[in-house]
């Protein structure tokens, strides 16, 4: 069954619904009004592009949707919930155990292997180290960096750390998912690949992502379009993501043998993913 099939069984579709959320930054003189009233439901499911110029807002968004920022005014609600109703150790757990968040800069904690920094979420929502680290390392394959699990991040390319912040965000299975810019630091072939990647596991897991991002090679991932400006959404326009929601990227589940997850050009067998050519 497909994802809006179920969709339409289930009846569950919204994910995430925004009216009129505000947040402004700082006060007086200096406030900086960063959201002015956002109105934006993400559907259970669905890729939903979200594009403006710099400094429209978009991150702060992003934040406020992931449970990061609080918002000043205006309601929202993620999963049928409202992180304003939740004491903080409340909003720790949901967010441990629903939500992803791959950063503009990576986040990654600089002492702590790859493969550790990956197992994070599962650590914080009580799986034994052990069991976690093997998780990872399974994930870690599936973006194509399997082999590096024992490196610490600074030993990695800025498109390999981008894919383990995208591994470490997925690995707990969330059902919203939100990317800051999550192919900036890619070279084209492999942000297609993260793309195709993120777009299989929205398609068949009912993860509800939301992709901001200034690329337009990757535009037509999106199942929408919601253009930002100012702290507002200007307009939401229809993607050409469903032509990628049925192929046969498989996400979180396991690659064939012999071919790459992000690299279908790599010699059979090998696990190395295509050099980083960032431009
Ligand atoms: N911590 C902060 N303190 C004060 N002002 C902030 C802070 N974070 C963001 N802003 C301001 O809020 C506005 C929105 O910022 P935001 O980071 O959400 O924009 P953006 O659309 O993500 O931009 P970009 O595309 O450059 O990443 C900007 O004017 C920015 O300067
Ligand atoms: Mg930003």
Known sequence: MTASARRAVQGLSVAVRCRQVVKTYGSGQSAVRALRGVDLDVHTGELLMLVGPSGCGKTTLISVIAGVLDRDGGECSVLGQDYAAMRPDQKTAFRARHVGFVFQAFNLIPTLTIAENVSVPLLINGVPRKQAVE???EM???????DRWRDVPAR???????????????????KLLVCDEPT?????????????????????HDLSLVVVTHDQRIFEFADRVAEMDDGHIERISAGKGHTHAESPHRGFDAPPKNEHPLNPHAPQGSNEPNPEHRS
């Open 135 to 137: 998780q990872a390392r």
């Open 140 to 146: 870690l394959s599936q973006v194509g960096i399997g």
């Open 156 to 174: 990695l390319s800025g498109g390999q750390q981008q894919r383990v912040a995208i591994a470490r965000a997925l690995i707990h299975k969330p």
């Open 184 to 204: 900036s630091a890619l070279d084209h072939v492999t942000g297609q690949r993260v793309m195709e990647l993120l777009r299989g596991v929205a398609s068949r």
